[in-house]
């Protein structure tokens, strides 16, 4: 069983950068897919953004070209870059490892992190 631990979040105003980590214990990341969702007030929870094993990557339409997940299997940690922010970007973060990647997207497992709150200032 993979633990997950998000950090990274914080307050930031609109336009700013944060870099947000997945950190895994208990198995290794190495040979499996990742996924980023994100949860605003109200809202249900979405996928942001995906990596596969081999490193493939798909974003949601609304982050495209302002996002970057990346991985680094000898830290055990995926990442989550965010620039140009936008307040719509507000929301709880979590990874989700072990699911199952395809070219349009990411279906998660049951298991998730705590979180990290993302909060931007307009």
């Known amino acids: 069983q993979v633990q997950l631990v998000e950090s990274g979040g914080g307050l930031v105003q609109a336009g700013g950068s944060l870099r947000l980590s997945c950190a895994a214990s208990?198995?290794?990341?190495?040979?499996?897919?990742i996924g980023w969702y994100r949860q605003a007030p109200g809202k249900q929870r979405e996928l942001v953004a995906a990596?596969?094993?081999?490193?493939?990557?798909n974003y949601a339409a609304s982050v495209k070209g302002r996002f970057t997940i990346s991985r680094d299997n000898a830290k055990n940690t995926v990442y989550l870059q965010m620039n140009s922010l936008k307040p719509e970007d507000t929301a709880v973060y979590y990874c989700?490892?072990?699911?199952?990647?395809?070219?349009?997207?990411?279906?998660?497992?049951?298991?998730w992190g705590q979180g990290t709150q993302v909060t931007v200032s307009s």
């Open positions: 208990g198995s290794t990341f190495n040979f499996k897919a």
């Open positions: 989700n490892a072990g699911g199952t990647y395809y070219s349009g997207g990411y279906y998660p497992i049951s298991s």
């Open positions: 990596i596969s094993r081999n490193g493939n990557t």
